[in-house]
């Protein structure tokens, strides 16, 4: 039974740290992984994306130098660090395996004063 399973989100406010984790299981972890994200009214974009190997990363621009996607193949988990978070990181984050077809049920991230 394939599953994918983030955790780590909730409130936080302007200028603080957040590490979200996904767990995944029930398929081959040797596959690229991804963050996406999706605020209320807008659609679901692309946060970061990780090589199966780890050797390569990509960012929206709009996370650049604020966010690292790392990754443990050893434990079947990608990881996304979020530093300096603004109100408009404000969005529920999915963690996908993406040329699988497969995602996760999302974790909501919340930056406010």
């Known amino acids: 039974q394939v599953q994918v399973v983030e955790s780590g989100g909730g409130l936080v406010q302007p200028g603080g740290s957040l590490r979200l984790s996904c767990a995944a299981s029930?398929?081959?972890?040797?596959?690229?992984m991804s963050w996406y994200r999706q605020a209320p009214g807008k659609e679901r974009e692309l946060v970061a994306f990780?090589?199966?190997?780890?050797?390569?990363?990509t960012y929206a621009d709009s996370v650049k130098g604020r966010f690292t996607i790392s990754r443990d193949n050893a434990r079947n988990t990608v990881y996304l660090q979020m530093n300096s978070l603004k109100p408009e990181d404000t969005a529920v984050y999915y963690c996908?395996?993406?040329?699988?077809?497969?995602w996760g049920q999302g974790t909501q991230v919340t930056v406010s004063s």
């Open positions: 029930g398929f081959t972890f040797s596959v690229d």
């Open positions: 990780i090589t199966s190997a780890g050797d390569s990363t």
């Open positions: 996908s395996a993406l040329s699988r077809g497969y």
